[in-house]
């Protein structure tokens, strides 16, 4: 927890330099929420639940003020749902996460440190893997598929290749060759590429295969019909916390300003005397 959203409950006071340290408004308390993970107040040696300092306080409700005026009012909201083709009544816009995560970047936030970095990192291995990488192949029976009588051809020409790499996928470089002396076929190797790094027409069931695996059924496309074979699958390594770290804090600061910009619509909610629905 930081110091602003600790001070923001701490006694009122004396403070240090001599002068009486006001109690929060309820406006000033909502300005806290949406600054409270800022580190500027934050300094070596500093008593977390003393009181603010007249100069302290000052800078509070200056921060407060900008924070304030960067936090979209319920008709600030109503615009940003409707250019992100968000419909709904109020209520339902105020829920929506959509609407939440298209105003969370008008939210300050304070950089993570590196402790928590390090913790998010240790929580969640799994999503700072190196991508797993494919490589395969391609056989591709050229033609027009709106052709029948060349589609019923082709179709069993590519169900041929499918039964012998079946049988035997060591063939495949054979059959390439084989593809290669007909002027409108050809193939070859794919990757290694990882997951949505092929752009083709047939990529998405080449990606949904295993190492070894043959596509069961010639693939058309615009081009014709496609034989497809996963020969490997490279799982990707787990990547350091150097080099994930960006990402690390990218997203530890993505989640602050998510969690700022919900409590900011659960306010507005309140303030306009609509129902709310906790998440």
């Given at each position: 927890?930081?110091?602003?959203?600790?001070?923001?409950?701490a006694?009122?006071?004396?403070?240090?330099?001599?002068?009486l340290?006001?109690?929060?408004?309820?406006?000033?308390?909502?300005?806290?929420?949406?600054?409270?993970?800022?580190?500027?107040?934050?300094?070596?040696g500093?008593?977390?639940?003393a009181?603010?300092?007249?100069?302290?306080?000052?800078a509070?409700?200056?921060?407060?003020?900008i924070a304030?005026?960067?936090?979209?009012?319920?008709?600030?909201?109503?615009?940003?749902?409707?250019?992100?083709?968000?419909?709904?009544?109020?209520?339902e816009?105020?829920?929506?996460?959509?609407?939440?995560?298209a105003?969370?970047e008008?939210?300050?936030?304070?950089?993570?440190?590196?402790?928590?970095?390090r913790?998010?990192?240790?929580?969640?291995?799994?999503?700072?893997?190196?991508?797993?990488?494919?490589?395969?192949g391609?056989?591709?029976?050229?033609?027009?598929?709106?052709?029948?009588?060349?589609?019923?051809?082709?179709?069993g020409?590519?169900?041929?290749?499918?039964?012998?790499?079946?049988?035997d996928?060591?063939v495949?470089?054979?059959?390439?060759?084989?593809?290669?002396?007909?002027?409108?076929?050809?193939?070859?190797?794919?990757?290694?590429?990882?997951?949505?790094?092929?752009?083709?027409?047939?990529?998405?069931p080449?990606?949904?295969?295993?190492?070894?695996?043959?596509?069961?059924l010639?693939?058309?496309?615009?081009?014709?019909?496609?034989?497809?074979?996963?020969?490997?699958v490279?799982?990707?390594?787990?990547?350091?916390?150097?080099?994930?770290?960006?990402?690390?804090?990218?997203?530890?600061?993505?989640?602050?300003?998510?969690?700022?910009?919900?409590?900011?619509?659960?306010?507005?909610?309140?303030?306009?005397?609509?129902?709310?629905?906790?998440r």
């Amino acid at each position: 927890m930081s110091n602003f959203a600790r001070d923001r409950r701490a006694p009122v006071g004396e403070s240090a330099g001599g002068s009486l340290a006001k109690p929060l408004g309820r406006p000033q308390r909502r300005a806290f929420d949406l600054i409270e993970n800022l580190a500027i107040l934050r300094r070596p040696g500093r008593v977390s639940d003393a009181p603010l300092s007249a100069v302290e306080l000052n800078a509070a409700e200056t921060l407060m003020s900008i924070a304030q005026a960067m936090a979209p009012t319920l008709e600030e909201v109503r615009g940003i749902a409707a250019r992100h083709g968000i419909a709904g009544t109020d209520e339902e816009l105020l829920r929506h996460p959509m609407v939440a995560l298209a105003v969370a970047e008008r939210f300050p936030y304070r950089q993570p440190d590196r402790s928590a970095c390090r913790a998010y990192y240790a929580a969640h291995p799994e999503e700072f893997r190196a991508p797993d990488l494919y490589e395969g192949g391609e056989i591709l029976i050229g033609g027009d598929v709106t052709d029948r009588d060349w589609r019923a051809e082709a179709y069993g020409r590519a169900e041929r290749i499918i039964a012998m790499l079946h049988y035997d996928r060591r063939v495949f470089s054979d059959l390439l060759i084989t593809a290669a002396a007909h002027a409108a076929d050809r193939g070859g190797r794919i990757g290694p590429v990882a997951c949505g790094g092929w752009e083709s027409e047939v990529a998405a069931p080449f990606f949904t295969l295993k190492a070894g695996e043959v596509f069961p059924l010639p693939v058309p496309s615009r081009q014709g019909f496609h034989v497809l074979l996963m020969e490997r699958v490279t799982v990707g390594r787990p990547r350091s916390f150097a080099e994930a770290e960006a990402e690390v804090i990218r997203r530890l600061v993505l989640r602050a300003r998510l969690a700022a910009a919900q409590r900011h619509l659960e306010s507005l909610t309140t303030d306009h005397g609509l129902p709310f629905s906790g998440r």
